[in-house]
């Protein structure tokens, strides 16, 4: 990846420079960058990738004027690992975002646990102010709620959203309820402040993260200053909510109305780009934390399509995420890229559209897509799944081979915790830890997306693989 990176380089800032119009007109401003970042979003819950309700027009429309990935990853099957990986660049076991006491144990920060981003990791925002940006995000941090880790304290300018999920409510005793926060100030709490019905699932705040995400591209087109917009809201996250004029419109219960409403809130954001007329010079990407979490369906969670199990586990279901990158005059209108691509790759490519570098005193594992998107470059590289401190598996070109199998305990699955509901696949969805580090269980996905039929070993295409 590192001769990739430097035989590339120049082609890299040619085709960035061209896409911007700088080899012709000087230096204008450099492109505004919108991140969506959906929370537990499966990569079926959308009309372009086959979920056959059609509820999901806009997001079918920002791919018909894009470039689809169908395989494209997140870092970490669990929320805070792969949004650490995402603003960093880094797998979860450089940044610190892994458990150590427990094999193959997920990690995430909830309000009970005290740690959070170091401060020696890069941050995405941090490195953008370098080249002029003003950084907001909207919604979910989940990277630290201790006041050192305050996402201001990591390059953002703005904050409006929560450290955390909107678990709850809670008694405000033992536990209270999570707060939500405008920059440092605290301005309430979810079911309190910011109400959430359980029983209906009505709460407004997918409209509130949709107005905050508005006004902050109004104002910083008004100031004519670049932007980033790190949009990560939780809609779609147990328990699921939807503003009302949403509840009760879906095919899918209450999980299709937030996606309605999510759909909804996208079409306006982008609409707001072409209104302003700076749609060409934006960069926006479309794209999940981890895999539906199955446990919540069908009520409250999502589809991941024909692949194995959901949120938590390293399967393909966990991992393999929606993706549409969007960017009109630049990213040609209707692609589809088979490009192996990860959530560490929106770093790199976010610092390649802004004309910056990557940190060159530490490895960085995202690699930069602008080539893939903008002249359809495919470049071979590993996608590594990792639970915990351990590597599960790794997939290169078609063939995913599988170090560590299961799914969760024998305890939580009798308990009714069930991260593969309805899907047995027989010494693979083990609720035991299976070890294959030497013989690794190999699966063809282009053949076998949902990694039901292991390779036998001395087939040919296992030794080939």
Request: charge should be neutral; charged fraction near 15%; glycine fraction near 10%.
């Amino acid at each position: 990846m590192a001769a990739y990176a430097t035989a590339t380089r120049g082609l890299q800032q040619l085709l960035v420079l061209s896409a911007l119009g700088l080899l012709v007109t000087g230096t204008p401003r450099p492109p505004n960058i919108v991140l969506l970042l959906m929370d537990d979003m499966g990569w079926g819950d959308l009309g372009v990738y086959g979920e056959p309700s059609r509820e999901t027009p806009n997001l079918d429309q920002m791919a018909l004027e894009g470039m689809l990935f169908p395989n494209f990853y997140s870092a970490n099957p669990l929320c805070s690992p792969s949004r650490a990986a995402l603003l960093t660049g880094r797998l979860p076991i450089r940044n610190g975002f892994y458990t150590s006491n427990g094999h193959a144990r997920n990690a995430y920060t909830p309000q009970e646990i005290m740690g959070g981003i170091p401060n020696s990791e890069h941050l995405l925002p941090e490195l953008l102010k370098k080249a002029g940006y003003t950084n907001k995000i909207v919604g979910k941090w989940h990277l630290g709620h201790r006041p050192q880790f305050h996402p201001l304290k990591h390059g953002f300018d703005e904050w409006f959203g929560s450290p955390n999920c909107h678990f709850g409510p809670y008694d405000n005793k033992v536990k209270p309820n999570i707060p939500v926060y405008r920059d440092w100030e605290m301005v309430g709490r979810f079911y309190e402040e910011f109400p959430i019905n359980l029983k209906t699932g009505e709460a407004n705040l997918t409209q509130l993260y949709l107005q905050e995400a508005l006004d902050f591209i109004r104002t910083q087109h008004a100031r004519q200053s670049p932007f980033f917009l790190y949009w990560a809201i939780d809609a779609t996250h147990a328990p699921v909510y939807a503003s009302r004029p949403f509840l009760g419109t879906s095919h899918r219960g209450r999980y299709g109305d937030a996606v309605r409403e999510i759909d909804d809130s996208v079409g306006k954001i982008l609409s707001l780009l072409q209104n302003l007329g700076i749609s060409k010079n934006t960069f926006v990407f479309f794209t999940s934390d981890n895999g539906a979490a199955l446990i919540s369906a069908p009520k409250e969670g999502g589809s991941n399509g024909p692949f194995l199990c959901g949120k938590q586990t390293t399967f393909e279901g966990g991992m393999r995420e929606p993706a549409i990158a969007w960017w009109p005059g630049h990213i040609a209108a209707g692609q589809v890229s088979h490009q192996l691509g990860s959530i560490m790759d929106l770093f790199t490519t976010s610092l390649s559209v802004a004309g910056l570098k990557p940190p060159s005193d530490r490895i960085i594992d995202g690699l930069d897509l602008l080539p893939t998107m903008l002249q359809g470059h495919v470049m071979d590289r590993p996608i590594f799944y990792y639970r915990g401190n351990t590597l599960m598996a790794v997939t290169l070109g078609q063939y995913k081979a599988h170090f560590w199998t299961w799914t969760n305990s024998w305890e939580e699955f009798r308990q009714g915790i069930d991260f593969c509901p309805g899907q047995n696949v027989s010494g693979v969805t083990t609720h035991t830890q299976e070890e294959h580090t030497e013989l690794p269980l190999i699966f063809h996905l282009g053949r076998d997306p949902g990694e039901r039929f292991p390779l036998r070993i001395g087939h040919p295409q296992a030794v080939k693989s």
